[in-house]
Each structure stands twice: as structure tokens, then as C-alpha cells.
């Protein structure tokens, strides 16, 4: 009887070992400026910050286009800013209704999807932006973003792109990857994102957040990371080149 005992307990302890080191494993980014925490599997990181900035570029000195990378997390083992990445961008929310933020978003990639010219779709530079969906539970609108610049040897890229209401913020949260590679990843993203939480105090509470200026915002951001993928790379294989 006595070394049934043990032996139940030694199970015991080895699952509570097991439980331990799994959520140990696991990588939670939380951000104590803008009040929220994210959820990954074990082997990503936290971007560093010097390679957010240079990624930006000068993007973050446009009107209309918002703060620079608020954050940015990936792959451990992939070297820096390469896909599959998230990018996140914080702005401040004011109240009003989420339904209308969809609707005017709806517009707005409907007004870019039409601005693609046949040269551009002929070249591979075409990219798509999905319709919105308003999840009320969440506080949140998601979409799809697809862009395609294999031209000049980039191949194309998925992406999953919410933005979260919160009291005092808004944030933006956007999961890209290659397309040969989105089939892999995009339950990683859908894990993440719903694993997004604010800190208490600082969910949305009210009945909707004025993101008018924010939402033009996250669109422009949209398209110009769609030039940003192919000066980036441009960049890295002229270093590259030069290195050799």
C-alpha cells in the first residue's frame, strides 16, 4: 500500500514537473506602457529595438502614418525581422462605436483593393486586403491582408491584422508570414491573438472607441509595409552582395 502511495505521488510530481516546464516554455510578451500581454509558443523573441527602428525607416515622419513599432516579436532561430513575425502599434482610443471603425475600415481596404492597377497585379506587386470582422466579445476587428511582390525575387506574404480596443489604447497587432508558410503559422497567429488580454483596468469599458484618424492610420501602414517588405530585402542581398 505504502508503495502504491509513492508511486502515486512520484506521478504526481513528475505531471506538475511536466506542467511547470511547459508554461515555462511558453513566451509571454507583456508590455507595461501600453498595459497588455501576448502569448507565443516557446522559440520566439522579442524583436530588438534597434532593428524595429531601422525597419521603420523614416516611415514613422510620415502625416497620417502613426508612431514607429511599438514592439515586435519572432522566430528565435530566424535572423532578425524575418517572417513569421508580429508587429504591434499602440494609439490612443476615444469613445464612440466599434460597428462604425468596421464599416469606415470596410471602405477604406475596399478603396485600396480597387487602386491596384492591372500593371501592378501583371508585375506581382498586387496585394489584397480582407473584409473586416467585428468581434464584439473580444472588442476587436480582424482582416486579412495578402500581398504578392514576387517582381524582384520577394516571395508573397499573408498576413492577420486586429485591432484592440482597449480604454486608453488601441493596438495593433499584425501576424505576417510567407504564403508558402501561412498554412503552418496562421493557427500560431489565431492562438496569439486570442490569447491577447489587457491588463485590468485598461479594457475597453465603454461602448466603442473613436479610432477615425487611428484607422487611416493602420491602412496606410498597410500599404507602405507593403514597400517596406521589398526595401528591406533589396537592402539585405545589396549587403549581402557587398559582403561577397
Keep these: 500500500m505504502r508503495m502504491a502511495r509513492l ?3 512520484a506521478l504526481l510530481a513528475l505531471l506538475a514537473s511536466l506542467a511547470t516546464s511547459q508554461a515555462e516554455d511558453d513566451f509571454v510578451y507583456e508590455d507595461s506602457v501600453h498595459h497588455f500581454r501576448i502569448a507565443l509558443p516557446a522559440g520566439w523573441k522579442e524583436i530588438p529595438r534597434s532593428v524595429l527602428d531601422a525597419a521603420a525607416g523614416g516611415q514613422s515622419n510620415l502625416p497620417g502614418v502613426g508612431p514607429r513599432y511599438h514592439a515586435g516579436l519572432q522566430l528565435r532561430d530566424r535572423d532578425d525581422f524575418q517572417y ?3 508587429l504591434i502599434q499602440a494609439t490612443p482610443a476615444n469613445p464612440t462605436g466599434l460597428a462604425e471603425v468596421r ?3 470596410a471602405e477604406a481596404n475596399r478603396k485600396a483593393n480597387r487602386s491596384v492597377t492591372a500593371r501592378q497585379k501583371e508585375q506581382g506587386q498586387g496585394f489584397r486586403l480582407g473584409e473586416p470582422t467585428l468581434k464584439a466579445e473580444r472588442q476587436s476587428i480582424w482582416f486579412l491582408t495578402d500581398t504578392n511582390v514576387d517582381q524582384h525575387g520577394v516571395p508573397g506574404v499573408k498576413g492577420l491584422v486586429v485591432l ?3 480604454q486608453q489604447q488601441a493596438i495593433q497587432v499584425r501576424c505576417e508570414v510567407q504564403a508558402a508558410e501561412w498554412e ?3 493557427p500560431v497567429f489565431q ?3 486570442e490569447s491577447f488580454r489587457f491588463e485590468p483596468g485598461y479594457e475597453r469599458t465603454q461602448a466603442g472607441a473613436d479610432w477615425s484618424e487611428w484607422v487611416h492610420t493602420g491602412l496606410l501602414v498597410v500599404l507602405i509595409l507593403c514597400v517596406v517588405v521589398v526595401l528591406w ?3 539585405k542581398r545589396r549587403r549581402q552582395f557587398g559582403n561577397g
Excluded: E
Aim: a positive charge; proline letters at 5%.
Design 184 to 186: 503552418k503559422f496562421a
Design 84 to 86: 513569421p513575425r508580429l
Design 233 to 235: 530585402r533589396r537592402a
Design 191 to 193: 492562438s496569439a491573438l
Design 103 to 105: 464599416q469606415m475600415l
Design 7 to 9: 508511486g502515486s505521488a
Design 164 to 166: 484592440f480596443a482597449g
